[in-house]
């Protein structure tokens, strides 16, 4: 489906579902897991991953063929891929297309890298990040997942 | 904690200290003593200041005799002791655990420390206990032991972070410094961090000395600990070329940290720090119940 050509990379159109382009280099596959589509999935999906991006520099790419995806997904998106764009396609047409956010506060999404933090017991309690300067901070104990980390490691 | 909540409380704990209360502020009121983790200083402390603000305590006991035990969460336990007293203290082995118990909970909790985290009654005392001797302006406090797992001295340095121009000397074996998220939130506040090897290299520079214990379990290897503790010793030797009117804090309990010759100098304020636990939960609880 994909095919290089002298000045780039053409990926064929879908008719129905979601393109989520501009995603950071490499991070491709960490939305598909976001997205749980993994290995022996019967979705039919379009990765490419480090393209040449019309903003300059490389991209990763996701279609997904009949699938819209919820605000929770989005928002995991946002975390490993703060520049991504999401296009909804209906009929071969971009129905809706937005940037990402990276929410103020992320809850129950990323899991505390601090093995004694209360968030990684059995009490009912989810996990609450909010985003720092140097990173992602715990709101319960303080822990921070910097930049340098890998934050798909953590969903 | 802002610096002026924090000034008020000391502010508050000078007078409890003076002598100035009735011993009726706290009448007709109960703390429950919720310790998951051994404790003799925080506790008993704890409980002395509500008992002399007339106020009553409930005590957990030990864990091993409640419901926790039948495996109830924390917020099950907190969400029911609420509604038995006016107010919590809570010491819990994992970090956050406070933060948890306040979200829950129908009445205030007291963070009476959180596994390596937080210790903020803690700190208050030993602002206390320097602000006796100084200001607490344009001074260098050496922090001295395990500064990656002792919670003493991480509350220690983000509230010192709020006074003027405090220098912090950190002066910790290979493994046992600040982790690097507190170095660098530290440095964002503006605090001067200078390490140091050996303690004889620091020594003369600082106002203040807060030791603190060393677990024998955070070193690779027996003589791994065995050598650092010989050779950070505080001793009445390496206090001969400290600064005149430094002082030397250590939340206690001691091991070996601080050699017992150390306690006849003037210089020794370790026990006093402790005695200033009450006046200082004096306050937060007056503050918290009243």
């Known amino acids: 489906m994909v095919r290089t050509i002298s000045d780039g990379i053409v990926i064929s159109p879908i008719k129905n579902g979601t393109v989520i382009d501009h995603i950071t280099p490499g991070e491709g596959l960490t939305v598909l897991r976001i997205l749980g589509i993994r290995d022996g999935t019967n979705v039919t999906v379009i990765v490419a991953s480090n393209v040449t991006s019309s903003r300059g520099g490389r991209k990763d790419m996701v279609k997904i063929e009949n699938r819209e995806l919820l605000k929770d997904e989005v928002d995991k998106i946002a975390l490993v891929a703060p520049d991504a764009t999401i296009s909804i396609i209906r009929n071969f047409k971009v129905s809706v297309k937005k940037p990402v956010e990276v929410p103020k506060q992320i809850i129950g999404v990323i899991k505390c890298p601090n093995p004694n933090c209360i968030t990684n017991t059995k009490e009912p309690v989810q996990s609450r990040f909010v985003v720092h300067p140097r990173g992602f901070r715990c709101q319960y104990c303080d822990s921070l997942i910097s930049c340098e980390m890998d934050i798909g490691d953590y969903i | ?290």
Not at chain 2, 218 to 235: E, G, L, Q
Not at chain 2, 254 to 261: G, H, Q, Y
């Open chain 2, 1 to 290: 904690m802002e610096r002026e909540e924090i000034d008020k409380l000391l502010c508050s704990a000078a007078a409890f200290d003076r002598g100035n209360y009735t011993g009726r502020e706290l009448d007709g009121k109960l703390l429950a003593v919720l310790f998951f983790e051994p404790s003799t200083r925080t506790r008993m402390s704890f409980s002395s200041a509500m008992m002399r603000l007339g106020g009553k305590i409930l005590n957990l006991g030990s864990v091993e005799a409640t419901s926790i035990t039948k495996g109830e969460t924390l917020s099950d336990t907190i969400r029911v002791i609420s509604g038995y007293c006016d107010a919590i203290v809570l010491r819990h082995p994992k970090e956050g655990a406070a933060r948890l118990a306040s979200e829950v909970a129908s009445v205030p909790v007291i963070n009476g420390g959180d596994g390596a985290g937080q210790h903020p009654s803690q700190t208050l005392l030993d602002l206390f206990t320097i602000r006796e001797s100084m200001r607490i302006e344009n001074i260098d406090v050496g922090l001295q032991g395990d500064l990656r797992y002792g919670r003493t001295v991480h509350s220690l340095a983000f509230a010192l972070a709020k006074y003027n121009n405090v220098r912090i000397h950190t002066i910790a074996p290979d493994g046992l410094d600040f982790p690097r998220y507190i170095k660098e939130d530290l440095l964002d506040v503006g605090v001067e961090l200078i390490p140091h090897d050996k303690i004889e290299e620091a020594v003369c520079e600082l106002d203040v000395l807060y030791v603190t214990r060393l677990q024998r379990e955070r070193f690779p290897d027996p003589v791994a600990f065995a050598n650092y503790a010989s050779t950070y010793r505080i001793t009445p030797s390496l206090l001969e070329r400290a600064k005149p009117g430094m002082i030397v804090l250590h939340p206690l309990p001691r091991v070996d940290e601080i050699d017992p010759a150390v306690d006849a100098l003037p210089c020794a304020k370790y026990f006093e720090q402790a005695h200033n636990g009450v006046p200082i939960r004096m306050a937060m609880l007056n503050e918290v119940m009243n």
